[in-house]
Every structure is written in structure tokens, then in C-alpha cells.
């Protein structure tokens, strides 16, 4: 009798080792994934910037002071070693992330581009004055008695109300334009939901090797992602050309690691450069 209980007690023990060690291996296969940490960043300076124009998807190119920033911004992301990139198919997207790879030192790293890390569009409203024209013009549609009442009544959320006024514009074709329905302005719904989309894909895609991914897109796409994730450091503040904004996405959320739209890397590269 006491053979057969010692006999059933090792083939107990053994069993639930057997199944501790199961689970163990399971929960240790379920934190396989890695962290990653997205340089989400803006492009350099355009000719529309420098005229005061609204670009959203219309594809203004880099000056000469946007080619130079790529640079700078490469040479202060030098030392991190970027496991992948991302751009918007845009020229000052892709000329932007290219210059950063080639002088950050990592030039062996090829780009990929995704349509939806372009700029908000603004359909019929595209190349025309944003602040003298555009703003002002939203800001009456959507019931405010100044541009000062609008930004002071919207504060961190300007940006998304901006574009939900253009989509409202743009849907009753307040400029008698004969633009296509595919190519009027996106809704602030739609661009938080396709930057979103593309931004978590990118990550866990990234997740089994972890490291750095470099995404460069536009300021107020940017900005509309960011208007989603609760940080309290977020305030909607205008995006300046090469600010970085530093995520980690871990357990499924993208943590702010530091200054939204920082310049320390375009900058360090400057300071570099002389």
C-alpha cells in the first residue's frame, strides 16, 4: 500500500511540474514580444511652408533649407540604429526620412511608404493662403466670431476641429470646385483612424525584434494621432519641420518617451554641422 502511495505522489509531483513548466513556457512565449520605439517625425521645410500654403496631400518639394534639415536631423540621430523606416508617399516625406537615414548612418536601412502617413487633406482648400484664407473661413463656418474666439474656445483640439471644418466646407463645395468625391477633405474621424491603423501596424510588426523605427509624416496628421492617446503633455501645438516626437509601444500602447515635437535632434545636428 504505502509502494502504490509513493509511486501515485511521484507521478503526482511529476505531473504538476509538468504542467507548471507548460505554463511558465506559455507566459514566458506570450512576453516574447519586444518593445519599439518610434521616431515619429515630421518633414522639413517645403515651398508651401515658406508661402504660407495649405499642402495636406498636394506634393510640395523640400527648399533648400528643408534638404539641409534632413541632414541636420540625420546627424543628430546619429548612433541610433534604426531596425526600420517608414514614410507618406509624399516627396517631402520621403526626401526627409532619406536624408535622416543617410546621415543618422543608416543608409543600409530601406524606406518604406505608406500612403497613410500622408497629411491631412484638405481637398478644394489645397494651395491656398491658410492663415489669411483658410482659417478664417473654418473658423466663421463652425460658428466662431474670430480666429482668436475659435483658437481660445477649441484650445488642444484646434487642429481637429480645423479639419473637421474643412470637410465640412469641402462637402458643400463652398468654392465650386469639380474635384472628385476620392480627393475632398478627410474628416479628423478619418485621419485619426488611418494614422492610427498604420502606426500600430508598424509596430507590431516591429515587435518580435523590437528596436528603433524611424516614421516620418506630416504635422497635423501627426497631431490628430497624437489628440487620441491621452497624454497630458499633449496641447495641439502647431508641429515645427524635423520635431520628433519619441513613442515606445509596449502592451499595446504607444508611451510618449519624452518632448512632443522636439527639435534636440535637429538641432545636436546643426550644432554638429558648423
Same mark, same amino acid.
Not at 511521484?10 to 505554463?23: D, E, G, M, P, Y
Not at 479639419?163 to 463652398?174: E, R, V
Not at 474628416?187 to 494614422?195: A, C, G, L, P, Q
Given at each position: 500500500?504505502?509502494?502504490?502511495?509513493?509511486?501515485?505522489?511521484?507521478?503526482?509531483?511529476?505531473?504538476?511540474?509538468?504542467?507548471?513548466?507548460?505554463?511558465?513556457?506559455?507566459?514566458?512565449?506570450?512576453?516574447?514580444?519586444?518593445?519599439?520605439?518610434?521616431?515619429?517625425?515630421?518633414?522639413?521645410?517645403?515651398?508651401?511652408?515658406?508661402?504660407?500654403?495649405?499642402?495636406?496631400?498636394?506634393?510640395?518639394?523640400?527648399?533648400?533649407?528643408?534638404?539641409?534639415?534632413?541632414?541636420?536631423?540625420? !546627424?543628430?540621430?546619429?548612433? @541610433?540604429?534604426?531596425?526600420?523606416? *517608414?514614410?507618406?508617399?509624399?516627396?517631402? %516625406?520621403? #526626401? /526627409?526620412? +532619406?536624408?535622416?537615414?543617410?546621415?543618422?548612418?543608416?543608409?543600409?536601412?530601406?524606406?518604406?511608404?505608406?500612403?497613410?502617413?500622408?497629411?491631412?487633406?484638405?481637398?478644394?482648400?489645397?494651395?491656398?493662403?491658410?492663415?489669411? !484664407?483658410?482659417?478664417?473661413? @473654418?473658423?466663421?463656418?463652425?460658428? *466662431?466670431?474670430?480666429?482668436?474666439?475659435? %483658437?481660445? #474656445? /477649441?484650445? +488642444?483640439?484646434?487642429?481637429?476641429?480645423?479639419?473637421?471644418?474643412?470637410?465640412?466646407?469641402?462637402?458643400?463645395?463652398?468654392?465650386?470646385?469639380?474635384?472628385?468625391?476620392?480627393?475632398?477633405?478627410?474628416?479628423?474621424?478619418?485621419?485619426?483612424?488611418?494614422?492610427?491603423?498604420?502606426?500600430?501596424?508598424?509596430?507590431?510588426?516591429?515587435?518580435?525584434?523590437?528596436?528603433?523605427?524611424?516614421?516620418?509624416?506630416?504635422?497635423?496628421?501627426?497631431?490628430?494621432?497624437?489628440?487620441?492617446?491621452?497624454?497630458?503633455?499633449?496641447?495641439?501645438?502647431?508641429?515645427?519641420?524635423?520635431?520628433?516626437?519619441?513613442?515606445?509601444?509596449?502592451?499595446?500602447?504607444?508611451?510618449?518617451?519624452?518632448?512632443?515635437?522636439?527639435?534636440?535632434?535637429?538641432?545636436?545636428?546643426?550644432?554638429?554641422?558648423?
Amino acid at each position: 500500500m504505502k509502494h502504490k502511495l509513493s509511486h501515485f505522489l511521484v507521478l503526482l509531483i511529476s505531473v504538476v511540474s509538468s504542467f507548471s513548466f507548460s505554463v511558465h513556457a506559455v507566459s514566458a512565449k506570450g512576453k516574447s514580444n519586444k518593445p519599439v520605439t518610434i521616431y515619429l517625425t515630421r518633414h522639413g521645410e517645403t515651398t508651401a511652408n515658406v508661402m504660407h500654403l495649405a499642402q495636406g496631400w498636394s506634393d510640395f518639394t523640400l527648399t533648400e533649407n528643408g534638404i539641409k534639415g534632413a541632414e541636420y536631423l540625420g !546627424k543628430g540621430l546619429k548612433g @541610433i540604429k534604426f531596425s526600420a523606416a *517608414y514614410s507618406g508617399d509624399l516627396s517631402r %516625406q520621403e #526626401k /526627409t526620412a +532619406k536624408g535622416a537615414l543617410k546621415y543618422s548612418g543608416n543608409k543600409k536601412v530601406q524606406l518604406k511608404v505608406d500612403p497613410r502617413l500622408r497629411e491631412c487633406n484638405y481637398g478644394s482648400y489645397e494651395g491656398r493662403p491658410d492663415i489669411a !484664407k483658410n482659417v478664417p473661413e @473654418i473658423a466663421e463656418y463652425l460658428g *466662431y466670431t474670430s480666429l482668436e474666439d475659435f %483658437q481660445a #474656445k /477649441t484650445g +488642444k483640439m484646434l487642429q481637429n476641429k480645423m479639419q473637421d471644418g474643412y470637410y465640412g466646407l469641402d462637402q458643400q463645395n463652398k468654392l465650386s470646385t469639380n474635384l472628385p468625391a476620392q480627393y475632398r477633405a478627410e474628416s479628423s474621424e478619418t485621419v485619426e483612424k488611418r494614422m492610427t491603423e498604420v502606426l500600430t501596424m508598424i509596430a507590431k510588426k516591429q515587435q518580435k525584434k523590437g528596436g528603433n523605427v524611424l516614421v516620418v509624416s506630416s504635422g497635423m496628421s501627426i497631431n490628430l494621432f497624437l489628440s487620441t492617446q491621452n497624454y497630458p503633455e499633449y496641447q495641439g501645438t502647431g508641429m515645427a519641420n524635423d520635431a520628433v516626437t519619441k513613442l515606445v509601444y509596449e502592451d499595446g500602447k504607444f508611451k510618449l518617451a519624452g518632448e512632443i515635437g522636439s527639435l534636440k535632434y535637429f538641432d545636436a545636428g546643426k550644432a554638429a554641422s558648423k
